[in-house]
């Protein structure tokens, strides 16, 4: 199940991103692909709008995720370039995902122009796609199907332990094990041996430091608020406070109350069906 988009019993998560139109952005692409990971579900990415850029650009695209091990494809709807993404979706449950103007609507369109779904140019403006699926979809494309979804421009991580987060780089996971420090981070800690050995570009390195310390304040503010004891007070106005009474001590709410006599009833003609069903037979 993804929380965000809300779609779920999917076989594959599609990541679509645009060479150009808006311009490609690794750091939102590194970001997709963790959200991925952490969810466990098998992902492919594939570059609309080929038809924008030049082949040597398009390859410093996609070169470094092939290298990775990443499933990489390029597409360009407008031109029904279209071949590579319909071998990925054949036969399967999958979801488009991706931030807003890269081009998912178009990418369907030219999939089953039946569909006629809404599309938007990006703003001139600001760079930036426009908002035209307002929400999950299930449509069937080359035997399978395909959840297409709003575009995002920031997607939210859920709260785990930010030591999860290097098993998400496919360049640091064989150097792990080797790493003799206890719960380490793999960012600046003396004697890492993911630091020394894994070779990570650049743009991964900071898209890694960017989701980490995101992750450890996200953790971090959990645990203090589930440790975080409950005050003796509570203010109901700028000078007036009224005391806190334990859990033990609080009347029963009214929504508690009906659900708690809606289950007694329940229970009760339960009870009397089958004293009803004893004295037929």
């Known amino acids: ?65 092939r290298s990775l091990g990443y499933l990489v494809a390029t ?55 426009r908002h035209t699926t307002t929400c999950a979809s299930l449509y069937p494309i080359a035997d399978g199907l395909v959840a297409d979804t709003p575009g995002f421009s920031h997607l939210e991580f859920p709260v785990c332990p930010p030591e999860l987060l290097a098993w998400c780089y496919p360049e640091m996971c064989a150097y792990i094990p080797l790493c003799p420090l206890s719960r380490c981070l793999h960012d600046s800690e003396p004697g890492c041996q993911v630091k ?6 650049a743009s991964r390195q900071e898209s890694y430091r960017r989701q980490l310390a995101e992750l450890s304040d996200l953790w971090q503010s959990a645990r203090t608020t589930s440790n975080k004891a409950e005050p003796a007070t509570k203010l109901i106005g700028p000078r007036k406070r009224l005391i806190r009474l334990d859990t033990t001590l609080r009347e029963m709410s009214r929504k508690t109350a009906r659900q708690q006599l809606s289950g007694d009833l329940a229970a009760l003609t339960a009870e009397r069906s089958g004293m009803d069903e004893t004295a037929d037979a």
């Not at 590194?30 to 924008?52: E, G, H, Q, S, Y």
């Not at 993404?85 to 979801?95: C, E, G, Y």
């Not at 809404?118 to 930036?128: I, L, T």
């Not at 020394?196 to 570009?201: D, M």
Request: charged content about 20%.
């Open 75 to 129: 597409a360009s709807a407008r031109q029904g370039e279209i071949a590579e993404l319909r071998n990925l979706l054949a036969s399967k449950v999958s979801v488009f995902a991706g931030p807003s103007g890269v081009g998912k609507s178009s990418l369907l369109n030219a999939l089953d122009p039946s569909l006629l779904l809404k599309e938007a140019p990006v703003s001139e403006k600001s760079g930036r796609g």
């Open 1 to 65: 199940v993804l929380n965000r988009p809300p779609i779920a019993n999917v076989e594959q998560i599609i990541i679509i991103f645009s060479a150009m139109q808006p311009d490609f952005n690794p750091l939102a692409l590194d970001r997709f692909l963790v959200l991925a990971a952490l969810n466990d579900i098998t992902t492919a990415i594939v570059i609309n709008k080929r038809d924008l850029v030049k082949t040597d650009y398009l390859s410093e695209i996609v070169e470094p995720y």
């Open 196 to 201: 020394a050995q894994a070779k990570v570009l």
